[in-house]
């Protein structure tokens, strides 16, 4: 049972790390918590259903075609409503308290929530089950089921794709010198605006790949799991080290496990008190979680 | 930043605030400016209030006090100290329980159980609180949602059979003054706005006093507030014990009102709304916290003839407030007076 618990775990993991890498690159670089970003997460989910259904892609197209424009339209379509976000109700607020950003951020995501509910109604919504091929494999005693492995291959590609577009280009760096300062970045030629917009083009976007393969993996969709797989992938931040793309990657990963071994080996129902337990318990002792820097204080 | 409120001139309480201690903020500076007539035409209106309108509109009124009086527990973290609680329905959870388990189980009276349920979740509010108070900011923040979750999922789950699960538990008892019994949603209104008037008087008080100062000084700058010789870890834990407190006394009144109390109103975005109500209402201010709750709880009433559409403009009109007045509908003048400061330097 360890050992597949252990698959359970890593395939929601890397989905809590796919959403994880939206918020953390945002407060990276803007010290903002983006609470819109599970509902945009969501509305992937729904733009992915919405595609699959359709005449146009899901009949006309083989499969494996259908799957991909998917994929790729939804994390389009997202990160074009991210920037609309950020242009609309953050840009304005940059300058000014922090908790006012956070409001801001809680009046978009009460918005898109309200929006998705008018547009695709408030009950469930299904993915359709054709978009699966039914394909177990057996290693041992443990079975992995097609969506495990295409949600962990998918996600690890992206996941080190991100990491070596951050450490290895030119862009990369100026992602990273901007998250380090704005004015300074400024002062180096760097378009802090462009950068900007650049995260909220990566991170709604992964955002929507996940929200597409968590559709694909659970079929069912509703309008509030934005709310709940956001705290969850929040969470999973935090535990990296918020500000931190490896971090957030390793936290997504490691809260899915401890997710699924709580579940497995303490009870479905208090799994959720067990992760935060051990968040809080992770934060008194080491507050600047796992792979997290120290931050000199500013006085 | 323009700031709306002050015009050319010295603004008034400004003489004050240069010697560091500032104006007067909060009631009494409505007291100031508009004469105590005003105080008392709202004072006479909010009495007869409850007997033009429909029960509907006074049951309006009834949660409107109910989280107002939240508003101000929070604004203690939130507003007076600066520390980032977005899990403070927990605490008005533990409070709302305690009534309904005690009440159940012993049969207290309920105007015994209004300060002790306080007690009680005061009490909570210390001990979880003790170990996470030298969190910073946003780190703060997260373990207080998880606070809230963990508090939450723990009341589902029915532990020692204490709870009731997710059907939650039956009150059966009320309020009684003189052998009336509390019932109608009339008496519910007189019974909360009473509470508000009472605890937005303490809390004046409070705001003015040598401990409230010490709270918005660490709130401005806490190595400074450390350097002036502020005890900023007790006078943080005493912010939040006492915004535990009064949270947990007003579940009393809030389990009085549901009859039945269950672990969904106390989900992570009540919580969320709470927090909003501070911030919209303008932080650290008391008449803020009034105005905030009426635009988070009364606003989405008023628009119910929108059905459907009303949460969609509600999130659109969050936005667009902060963007267009961030310091809140009524901003506390000791935050005006220092924000106008930086400019003028």
């Known amino acids: 049972m360890f050992i597949e618990q252990l698959v359970n775990g890593l395939t929601v993991g890397a989905v809590y790390a796919l959403v994880a890498l939206g918020y953390t690159m945002v407060y990276g670089v803007m010290r903002l918590i983006n609470f819109a970003h599970g509902d945009l997460f969501m509305l992937g989910s729904y733009l992915g259903f919405t595609l699959l259904v359709s005449t146009f892609v899901g009949s006309a197209l083989p499969l494996w075609a259908a799957l991909i424009v998917t994929v790729v339209v939804s994390a389009m379509g997202i990160a074009v409503l991210g920037v609309l976000v950020e242009r609309a109700a953050y840009r304005p607020l940059r300058r000014s308290n922090r908790l ?28 359709p089950p054709w978009a699966v091929p039914d394909l177990r494999w057996e290693i041992g005693a443990v079975h992995i089921g097609f ?10 590609l992206l996941m080190a794709g991100l990491y070596l577009f951050v ?4 862009v990369g760096a100026a992602i990273r010198a901007t998250a380090i300062d704005h004015d300074t970045a400024r002062l180096m030629g760097i378009d802090v605006d462009q950068i900007i917009r650049l995260i909220f083009i990566i991170g709604p976007g992964l955002g929507a790949v996940a929200g597409v393969l968590l559709g694909l993996y659970y079929r069912q969709i509703h309008f509030t799991v934005g709310w709940s797989y956001g705290l969850k992938a929040f969470t999973a931040a935090i535990l990296g080290g918020i500000g931190n793309i490896p971090g957030a990657m390793v936290g997504g990963l490691l809260l899915g496990i401890l997710e699924m071994l709580g579940a497995g080996y303490i009870s479905a129902a208090w799994k959720d008190v067990f992760v935060f337990l051990i968040l809080i318990l992770l934060l008194i002792f080491r507050p600047t979680g796992l792979l997290g820097e120290r931050v000199a204080e500013k006085v | 930043m323009a700031l709306l409120r002050l015009g050319p001139g010295p603004a008034p309480g400004r003489r004050r605030s240069v010697s560091g201690v500032s104006g007067v903020s909060g009631v009494s500076g409505l007291v100031g400016r508009y004469s105590a007539w005003a105080v008392g035409a709202v004072a006479v209106a909010a009495m007869v209030f409850p007997m033009v309108v429909s029960d ?6 009834v949660f409107w006090g109910i989280y107002v009086l939240l508003g101000l527990s929070l604004n203690i973290i939130v507003g007076e100290v600066g520390l980032f609680d977005m899990g403070h329905m927990a605490f008005f959870a533990i409070g709302s329980y305690t009534t309904a388990i005690l009440s ?20 909570a509010g210390y001990v979880l609180a003790r170990p996470i108070i030298h969190l910073r900011g946003d780190y703060l923040l997260i373990v207080t949602i998880g606070l809230n979750e963990m508090i939450r999922i723990s009341l589902l789950n029915n532990p020692w059979g204490l709870t009731g699960g997710p059907n939650g538990i039956i009150m059966l008892d009320q309020f009684r003054i003189f052998g009336l019994v509390i019932q109608k949603p009339m008496h519910f209104y007189y019974l909360v706005w009473a509470c508000v008037a009472a605890s937005m008087f303490a809390l004046v008080r409070l705001q003015r006093s040598r401990i409230g100062r010490a709270w918005n000084c660490i709130r401005e700058d806490e190595v400074a507030a450390e350097a002036m010789g502020i005890d900023v870890r007790s006078a943080k834990l005493l912010a ?38 501070v911030v919209l209402g303008g932080m650290g201010s008391i008449p803020g916290v ?29 936005a667009l407030m902060m963007i267009f007045r961030p310091q809140g509908l009524w901003p506390s003048k000791r935050w005006t007076t220092k924000l106008q400061e930086g400019e003028s330097e």
């Open chain 1, 147 to 156: 969506m495990q492995v295409l949600i962990l291959v998918v996600s690890i």
């Open chain 2, 104 to 123: 159940g189980r012993f049969g207290i009276s309920l105007w015994l159980l209004l300060p002790l349920s306080g007690i009680v979740a005061g009490l």
């Open chain 2, 240 to 277: 939040f014990t006492l915004g535990a407190g009064l949270a947990g006394a007003t579940g009393t009144i809030f389990a009085a009102k549901l009859v039945v109390i269950s672990p969904e109103s106390f989900t992570f975005m009540e919580s969320v709304i709470l927090f909003c109500i």
């Open chain 1, 167 to 170: 450490q290895c280009t030119t």
């Open chain 2, 56 to 61: 509907y509109w006074i049951d309006v009124a």
């Open chain 2, 290 to 318: 009034v105005l905030g709750s009426a635009a988070m709880l009364v606003l989405p009433e008023i628009l119910r003839n929108f059905a459907q559409y009303r949460m969609l403009f509600f999130g659109a009109a969050m």
């Open chain 1, 100 to 127: 006012t950003a956070v409001v801001s951020a809680m009046g978009v995501s009460i918005f898109l929530q309200n929006a998705a509910m008018l547009i695709w109604g408030p009950r469930y919504r299904a993915y």
